[in-house]
Each structure stands twice: as structure tokens, then as C-alpha cells.
């Protein structure tokens, strides 16, 4: 940004003084041609009938006049001496500004390069009588001419400009962004930031609103993470507690299929047995089911995806046609083929296996359970004891 302010600053300056150089030149020229025109009207003065009007006379009165560009002409415009030229002139000037303007009003003027000398010169005339223009001119230098002598002084003025300019932008640098940069360092120190200029108080502004929105982003974000700590930190418990507790059905269940293994029980005890083993089963599958539901609650805003009721629905019958010929139910399946919904398949399959573990348990010996799948339906019908109206 210093490399930018500092170039800015050189192309102003360097535009400014060849601006001001050429202006100058302008007015310098300006007024030359205007001391010129004085001068040469005061020049005529000192012309008189003494004269001759013919070329002695243009060269004694140019003379006279210190070299000035003295030229006679006739009322018709043709040129009768001319002093800065010799020998005879066959040139008609009536069409000349200079001319004109004496041919009108007695006097005139007229700055334009000359043919004849290849020079800008500054020309008046006279009229002297009825048929008698004397002209008078000096030359000078172009606007172009006058430029050029002043490079030298012009490069002179600009290359102190142009020290000054790099000293006076690195000062001007320091001042303007100091105070920006002490800004920005105040704003990561410290959450509310003051200045004295008030060009930099949006700034501020914009900065104070930036630090509050970031802690009030990072107080979100702490508390967040302390959710979640403490939220893994009791699920870790939970599980820790749980797979403890399936210990005691485990143990129990590989007890008593041990000793129904090796056929050391009378028939009584393994009625006891069996009884036993169902027992812990059940308490098991409570235990793993809590497992299970405590898992999904971080899995609830997850988007729904198409499952196959069709196809769990049968996988759940075959599954649970065990448990129904141990309670003497029969399992009966009118499931459609290809009935697809949006859901998420654990969550399908816990309420086919909760429905249908439920009309088996529930049922009366020599029950049955229809387990019917159609489009936009799923019916799970039991011939067991049902649910009381109260409840």
C-alpha cells in the first residue's frame, strides 16, 4: 500500500509540474507577444517622410530600429522593400491579418511563423497614407522553443519534487496507517477497541461488532463442546453399566446350558432350567434393546433413506418362528412383495420385532399371529388377550 500512495504521489507530482511548465510556457509566451506588440507600435513612432520608400529606406529605418524587420508595401499589398530580404520581392500580402486590420483601422497585429525566415514573428502595421503600409516585426521564440530551454530548470525543480515527495509520502504513510495498524493490533488484544480519529471510528465499529460476534461464537462453542462431553461421558457410563449388568444373564444362561448339556438334572430341574434360561433371555434382549435405542438418540436427525418393508417384514417372521412354535402360535405371512418406504432400517425393524414379539407373547396357546404388508399398510393381527379400553 506504501509502493501505491508513493507512485500515486510521484504521478501527481510529475503531472503537476509539467502541467504547471506548460502553462507557465503559455504565459511567458503570451506576454512576449504582447511586450512585442507595445514595442513595436512605440518602433513606428520614429518613422517619418524622411524615408525613402524603397529598399534604402526599409534598410535605414530597420537600422534605426536596432535590425527590427522593417517592410514597405503598397495600397494593393504588394511588398515595395523588404529589410530582411535583398533584391526585388514580387509578393502580395493584402491578404494578411495584419494588413487587413490596417487597411480597416489605420493599425494591426499578427503573430504567425514566417515563410520567408522560418521563424514565429511578431508583426504590426501601419498605414502611412492612401497608398503607403510600413510594417514592422521581430521574431521570437515558439511556445515549443520556450519549453524546451526550461527542461533543464523543469528537471531540476522535479527531481527535488521528487525527493520530497518519497520523504513526504513515508511520513504521510506512517501517519495515515499507523493508527490503523495500532487499531487492528488493540482489536486482537482486546475485545473492545477506541480511536481518536474519527475517520477510523467505523472501523472501530466494524471491528467491536466483529469481536463480539466472535465470542459470542467461541461462548457457543464452549458450551457445545461441555454438551457433548458430558453427553459421551454418560453414554460411556451408561454402556460401561449395562454390558456390566449383561454379565449375570450370560453367566446364568451358560450355567444352565452346561448342566443341560452334560444331562445331570432330573426332569424337574430342567423345567426350572428352561424357565430360568427364557428368564435371562428376555433380560437380555431388554438390556441389548436399551443399548440399542440409547445408541440412536445421536442418530435422530439423520435423513430417512428407502427400506424394504417387504423384505424385513419376512426376515422378521422367519426369525421370530421359533419363539411362536415355542408358544404354540402359529405365524402367518401376507406380505406383498417390493412395498418400499422412507424410513431407516433399524428403526423398521425395532417396531416389526417389537409388534410381532409382542401378538406372540401376548397370544393364547394355539393362537396366531397374520403379519399382512401392503401398499401404505403394515397390520399386525393376534388372537391374544388384546389391550384392556382403559388402557
Avoid at 167 to 182: D, G, M, Q, R
Wanted: with cysteine.
Amino acid at each position: 500500500m506504501r509502493l501505491r500512495i508513493l507512485l500515486l504521489s510521484l504521478g501527481i507530482t510529475l503531472g503537476c509540474v509539467l502541467l504547471c511548465s506548460l502553462v507557465s510556457t503559455r504565459v511567458y509566451y503570451q506576454r512576449t507577444v504582447m511586450e512585442s506588440e507595445r514595442y513595436l507600435s512605440v518602433y513606428m513612432n520614429e518613422f517619418d517622410s524622411s524615408y525613402s520608400r524603397d529598399e534604402d529606406g526599409a534598410f535605414d529605418f530597420s537600422e534605426k530600429l536596432d535590425g527590427v524587420r522593417v517592410t514597405f508595401l503598397d495600397q494593393n499589398g504588394y511588398v515595395l522593400a523588404d529589410s530582411a530580404v535583398e533584391g526585388e520581392i514580387q509578393e502580395n500580402h493584402s491578404d494578411r491579418q495584419e494588413i487587413l486590420d490596417a487597411v480597416s483601422n489605420g493599425e494591426g497585429y499578427a503573430v504567425r511563423s514566417s515563410k520567408t525566415l522560418g521563424q514565429d514573428m511578431v508583426y504590426y502595421c501601419r498605414k502611412i497614407d492612401d497608398g503607403f503600409y510600413v510594417r514592422v516585426a521581430v521574431n521570437i521564440d515558439t511556445e515549443w522553443s520556450m519549453f524546451v530551454e526550461t527542461l533543464p530548470t523543469i528537471s531540476l525543480y522535479l527531481g527535488v519534487f521528487v525527493l520530497l515527495c518519497v520523504a513526504l509520502t513515508f511520513v504521510a504513510t506512517y501517519l495515515i496507517l499507523e493508527p490503523v495498524k495500532k487499531l487492528a493490533r488493540e482489536s486482537t488484544a482486546n475485545s473492545q477497541v477506541e480511536t481518536n480519529y474519527k475517520e477510523l471510528i467505523p472501523i472501530a465499529n466494524i471491528l467491536n461488532e466483529r469481536n463480539k460476534s466472535l465470542s459470542k461464537q467461541m461462548d457457543e462453542i464452549k458450551h457445545d463442546k461441555e454438551l457433548v462431553e458430558r453427553e459421551r461421558a454418560s453414554k460411556d457410563e451408561f454402556i460401561s453399566n449395562v454390558t456390566h449388568e449383561m454379565n449375570t444373564p450370560l453367566t446364568s444362561i451358560k450355567g444352565y446350558a452346561e448342566l443341560l448339556g452334560m444331562d445331570m438334572l432330573t426332569e424337574e430341574q430342567k423345567q426350572e432350567a428352561y424357565k430360568t434360561i427364557g428368564q435371562q433371555s428376555e433380560r437380555l434382549s431388554g438390556l441389548i434393546a436399551c443399548i440399542i435405542n440409547y445408541s440412536e438418540i445421536d442418530s435422530d436427525d439423520l435423513p430417512p433413506y428407502e427400506v424394504d418393508l417387504s423384505a424385513l417384514a419376512k426376515e422378521t417372521v422367519i426369525a421370530l418362528d421359533a419363539d411362536a412354535k415355542l408358544k404354540n402360535v402359529k405365524l402367518i405371512d401376507k406380505i406383498q412383495n417390493n412395498v418400499k418406504i422412507l424410513s431407516r432400517h433399524e428403526r423398521v425393524a425395532e417396531i416389526l420385532g417389537n409388534l410381532i414379539r409382542n401378538a406372540i407373547k401376548y397370544n393364547k396357546d394355539g393362537g396366531s399371529v397374520i403379519v399382512s404388508v401392503a401398499h401404505n399398510q403394515l397390520i399386525v393381527e393376534d388372537t391374544g388377550i388384546g389391550i384392556a379400553e382403559e388402557n
